[in-house]
């Protein structure tokens, strides 16, 4: 079997008979059909049967087509990337994060920047247990992820096991997110205990993951309320806290344009913090473009925690200007 004879077979489907087929390869007639016999001797099948009409291709036809027609694609694919004129080879690119606004920031600003013919890039907002993996498995370049004395010892025990390292971002302040005309909103900080009177939101995880792989901070004077809606989209999660009185625990970081302006974050009563880490295999070399994308994440995560504290201050004028007027 060759790529020419899966060419005819296609080209007859396309045109609805051998003959106008022959001609718009600049083929004779016999040429293809001799082709077509040689290739349903090799297989076995019949791929049509000839009408006055053209050709009625068989269900085994139909079948082999398909086949044909992605094996086509593919090859063409794979001339078109190593027949650049300019031979230039596309860039890769692929990032695994928990669900982050500004590691989605950081690869908008990397987009920007990226001047290039052909690029082949990646963003996925997962869990840490499939961040780590993905990593693990090199299906991503960097994996964003957090550590926090809760789950640090396991953590950093998984990624020696995978031979993975890993590198500080920044560390944060756990803190609830909660919406703008929340009660909590007002206070300047709140405590696991305020938590505990609301429906708290989780992100979904595969089953049997440890809670040291959960996306929200583990505090282990907070008891999971009763009412718990799980999710597992960032944007979902965002939506339902701006517009319920429904409260997770996370980083606490506000991305401006990418976040829905009634949410807000509190800083947690907590002992406990968030290390933000960005994490690679120690056996692959980062590109110019992964490097790059690491400048941009550093200051997104800058310019996302001016911007907390931004819209932190204005929640809290606001409960004072409404207190006020009342």
């Not at 996370?250 to 991305?255: A, P």
Request: charged share 25%.
């Amino acid at each position: 079997m060759t790529f020419q004879q899966l060419l005819y077979v296609v080209e007859i489907s396309r045109c609805g008979s051998i003959n106008k087929a022959a001609q718009k390869l600049f083929l004779s007639q016999s040429s293809i059909s001799s082709a077509i016999k040689e290739l349903e001797s090799e297989l076995g099948i019949q791929f049509f049967n000839r009408t006055n009409r053209g050709v009625e291709f068989t269900q085994a036809g139909r079948e082999f087509l398909s086949y044909a027609t992605t094996l086509l694609d593919q090859k063409n694919y794979i001339e078109n990337i190593y027949k650049s004129s300019k031979h230039d080879s596309p860039l890769h690119f692929s990032v695994s994060t928990q669900r982050y606004p500004f590691s989605e920031d950081a690869f908008i600003r990397l987009l920007k920047d990226i001047d290039a013919p052909q690029i082949y890039f990646k963003i996925k907002e997962v869990g840490m247990e499939v961040v780590i993996d993905d990593v693990s498995k090199r299906q991503s370049d960097i994996g964003i992820i957090f550590l926090s004395n809760m789950n640090e010892k396991i953590i950093r025990r998984v990624l020696k096991s995978k031979n993975i390292e890993y590198h500080e971002i920044a560390t944060l302040q756990p803190c609830a997110f909660v919406r703008r005309g929340h009660l909590l909103a007002k206070q300047a900080t709140v405590s696991p205990e305020d938590l505990s009177k609301y429906t708290y939101l989780v992100f979904e995880s595969e089953l049997g993951v440890s809670s040291e792989f959960s996306e929200e901070i583990n505090l282990l004077s907070f008891q999971r309320p009763p009412r718990v809606v799980t999710v597992n989209d960032r944007a979902a999660a965002i939506n339902i806290i701006s517009s319920t009185d429904a409260v997770t625990t996370g980083s606490g970081l506000l991305t401006d344009g990418l976040m829905n302006a009634d949410a807000i974050s509190i800083p947690l009563e907590t002992e406990d913090s968030m290390r933000l880490i960005w994490i690679k295999s120690r056996s692959t070399k980062l590109s110019h473009e992964a490097h790059l994308f690491l400048d941009h994440l550093k200051k997104s995560v800058l310019d996302s925690q001016a911007y907390t504290e931004q819209v932190r201050r204005q929640a809290i004028e606001e409960h004072a200007e409404k207190k006020e007027e009342s």
